[in-house]
């Protein structure tokens, strides 16, 4: 199960952190991912991180605003986003693995508005 | 990146087989065997239905499957019944070691 958490309201140029924490499954043994959506839209994935951290990707508009992490130990993964812009709007999921999706969390809803 | 090419819509009766297209480019669809199906009904968390272009979740119905051909992906779904309609999205793994997703096609069981 993963279970996501952090997000709200937010003005443009703020920041937020994301939470998601996982449960059930061995958790440091897989990549874990960032995928969003806004309401009624598509999907558009975000980052991915290695199980062990070493490696990181970035969707090119989240690269230099966005920072993914995790904590093993806490069975808990991150998404730091800064310079938030209007466009950034939409529900954010975490979900197992990187060329396929195979576990979702329920989402958060990230809302930047002044 | 551009997004994957889906039709917006498609509709069939229960009982009946449809396919959803999925175009892309030789650097993701076309490229790599990372080509994976969602299935997504409203205000839910998306569900892996097809990953590696054709293979099955375990729980997933095996009426449905996937193919590709060159740069397009396909998801068919035979036996349509009333539960499957919902949103379905492909993703594909692209040559920038990112992924991609389709812009989403609505399907409606008649």
Known sequence: QLLESGGGLVQPGGSLRLSCEASGFAFSDYAMSWVRQIPGKGLEWVSVISDNSDKTYYADFATGRFSISRDNSKNTLYLQMNTLRAEDMAIYYCATNFRYFDQWGQGTLVTVSS | ?110
């Open chain 2, 1 to 110: 990146q551009s997004a994957l090419t889906q039709p917006a819509s498609v509709s069939g009766s229960p009982g009946q087989s449809i396919t959803i297209s999925c175009t892309g480019t030789s650097s993701d669809v076309g490229g790599y065997n990372h080509v994976s199906w969602y299935q997504q009904h409203p205000g839910k968390a998306p569900k892996l239905m097809i990953y590696g272009v054709s293979d099955r979740p375990s729980g997933v119905s095996d009426r449905f499957s996937g193919s590709k051909s060159g740069n397009t992906a396909s998801l068919t779904i035979s036996g349509l019944q009333t539960e499957d309609e919902g949103d379905y999205f492909c993703s594909s793994f692209t040559s920038g070691s990112t992924v991609v997703f389709g812009g989403g096609t609505k399907l409606t069981v008649l």
